[in-house]
Nanobody
Framework: QVQLLESGGGSVQAGGSLRLSCLAS???????MGWFRQAPGKEREKVAT???????TYSEVVKGRFTISKDNAKKILYLQMSGLKPEDTALYYC??????????????WGQGTQVTVSS
């Protein structure tokens, strides 16, 4: 059973920064992992993914502002967020799969960490 524990959420003013962390119970180096978010009344959307080879993808709305990375020694997935906007307000989820590729989707999910951006 894969367990994912997010942390680092909070409240910040527009233009500010936050770094989310996701501690995994399994190795992070060989598998696809990602960050997703869900705002009230909206569907969950992909924010960023990083595959087993370190390749990254970002949604267009966060590209250039957010950076996804992994510390494989610590088994932690990060999401560095800067230039935050009120529309970034959402519950952010960490996700993972046993596969190295991201194209088949993610199977394991954390409980989420809330990010609130005020104008």
């Amino acid at each position: 059973q894969v367990q994912l524990l997010e942390s680092g959420g909070g409240s910040v003013q527009a233009g500010g920064s936050l770094r989310l962390s996701c501690l995994a119970s399994v190795s992070t180096d060989i598998r696809c992992m990602g960050w997703f978010r869900q705002a009230p009344g909206k569907e969950r959307e992909k924010v960023a993914t990083i595959d087993g080879l370190g390749g990254t993808t970002y949604s267009e709305v966060v590209k250039g502002r957010f950076t996804i990375s992994k510390d494989n020694a610590k088994k932690i997935l990060y999401l560095q967020m800067s230039g935050l906007k009120p529309e970034d307000t959402a519950l952010y989820y960490c996700a993972a799969t046993w596969r190295g590729e991201c194209i088949y989707g993610l199977d394991y999910w954390g409980q989420g960490t809330q990010v609130t951006v005020s104008s």
